[in-house]
């Protein structure tokens, strides 16, 4: 992974450039973004490959880092495995993106077409700077240029030249590259009063150069790039939070439902109107890893499966001093995974409760607990519970971890991570039907279960 070799900048300096210039906004708009689902899961296979895939990335972010000066930039993406996609309007006049949602990543970055006669350009497929009259890439000296990791070895940086771009070069663990201009663009958003907010200054990743499977893949799924929405300064949710209130919130719907329903992203909180009083929301304490600051962690005290807690010992959700550990909520991530001795816990306690027909170990499709569901109008499966930091419940419905992987056939949604490897993750099936708060200016997550109704 790069990184940034220094981040000993005035943070305010950078921010002070961001600005709505629609004065007409007021401060209870808040901004509702449709969450797009392009894929479902062609196989069981795959799926655990693009998940195992993302985690692999997301580790690596983490154990790299160690390696590096502290920053607020950490690389958590595995793009490939996004299963959520955003609109996004960009440039002067407005060009329209498809960029993944990621919880997991701080970088908003977007595929840039540098072609200068275009030909063969096919419309909507890359961001074209030089059809904006309001995109500028940072100088090589900004401040705002120590955020990104630069090329290595990188260009030297004149100071004394005008036109000297910032440049970035942002790597993944299976290798793939997105490279290009640090800039600042005009975004289009739309407020929840109805009016046209234009914020200036949105700080960008302009990628010239894309390499390798996580950003070109088939399972990209022709986005055009990443909207981070972690922890640090230059993620999307840190710079419209200045605006609309630092924080988001999103209700991931199902999506087995045909037609889908839409899900939403939303920039702004509850007293805005963004969360209805209604909800009935439960907050858990967001914790932080000094050496991971861009992931959202949340502390998990025990778990019990149909109301007996699970004899797991509490070091088991701990983030150690390697910064290993820990449970991350992630967007980008559709199963989820638990530390190993918790995991195994949790097998046991399904395979002693559960009383539908264990499919044979040929037919498990990779999965460690499959149930034939063949002849049974509404299968009764074991009720799983999380209870968190703060004294709230997690108490997710079955749908949400056990997924039909083949013609009636029902497997446990969940996957082992080796202690010491990692951290658990809150993937985006067990989110399913929840409105997720994601409060950072109180450091807490909020969940409901009655705050995502059909729009």
Not at 155 to 163: A, G, S, Y
Not at 298 to 306: C, F, L, Q, T, Y
Not at 330 to 353: I, M
Not at 355 to 364: A, D, F, G, R, T
Request: contains cysteine; proline residues 7%.
């Amino acid at each position: 992974m790069a990184f940034p070799s220094s981040l000993i900048l005035p943070i305010f300096f950078f921010f002070a450039t961001f600005h709505v210039c629609n004065s007409r906004s007021t401060s209870q708009d808040y901004l509702k973004l449709p969450l797009l689902r392009k894929n479902s899961f062609s196989s069981p296979a795959q799926l655990l490959s693009s998940d195992t895939h993302r985690l692999s990335v997301l580790f690596s972010a983490l154990h790299g880092h160690r390696h590096s000066v502290k920053s607020p930039l950490i690389s958590g993406a595995s793009t490939g495995s996004g299963q959520y996609f955003v609109n996004l309007r960009i440039g002067s006049p407005p060009q329209s993106l498809l960029l993944v949602a990621d919880t997991g990543s701080d970088l908003v970055w977007v595929k840039c077409s540098a072609c200068r006669k275009c030909s063969g350009y096919r419309p909507g497929s890359a961001f074209l700077a030089r059809h904006s009259s309001t995109f500028s890439p940072h100088h090589c000296y900004d401040p705002a240029c120590r955020l990104v990791p630069r090329p290595r070895p990188g260009l030297p940086c004149n100071h004394t030249i005008l036109h000297s771009p910032c440049r970035y070069e942002y790597s993944y663990a299976d290798g793939s590259t997105t490279s290009g201009f640090f800039s600042k663009e005009t975004t289009t958003l739309n407020t929840s009063s109805g009016k046209e907010a234009k914020l200036r200054d949105l700080a960008f990743g302009c990628g010239f150069r894309i390499s390798g499977p996580s950003v070109t893949g088939a399972s990209f799924n022709g986005a055009q790039g990443v909207m981070g929405l972690g922890r640090g300064y230059i993620s999307f949710a840190s710079q419209l939070g200045r605006r609309f209130g630092n924080r988001f919130s999103y209700c991931l719907l199902d999506f087995t439902i045909s037609p889908p329903p839409t899900s939403y992203l939303t920039i702004g909180g509850a007293e805005n109107g963004a969360v209805s009083k209604s909800s009935r929301i439960s907050y858990t304490p967001l914790l932080t890893n000094p050496l991971s600051p861009t992931f959202y962690y949340i502390g998990i005290k025990s778990v019990s499966v149909n109301g007996a807690k699970l004899p797991i010992n509490p070091s088991v959700w701990s983030i150690d001093k390697l910064g290993n550990g820990g449970t991350v909520v992630d967007s980008g991530t559709t199963l989820s995974f638990l530390a190993e001795p918790a995991y195994r816990q949790v097998l046991a306690a399904f395979r002693r409760k559960i009383k539908l027909p264990i499919v044979s170990m040929e037919l498990k499709l990779s999965f460690d607990l499959c149930v034939n569901v063949s002849g049974v109008r509404r299968p009764s499966f074991p009720k799983l519970s999380f209870r968190l930091e703060g004294k709230s419940v997690l108490s997710p419905p079955p749908r949400n971890y056990f997924l039909e992987v083949a013609d009636r056939v029902m497997c446990l949604a969940m996957q082992p991570v080796k202690t010491g490897s990692g951290f658990s993750v809150i993937g985006n099936l067990m989110q399913q039907g929840f409105l997720l708060d994601f409060d950072k200016d109180r450091s807490r997550l909020g969940f409901s279960r009655h705050g995502c109704a059909l729009p």
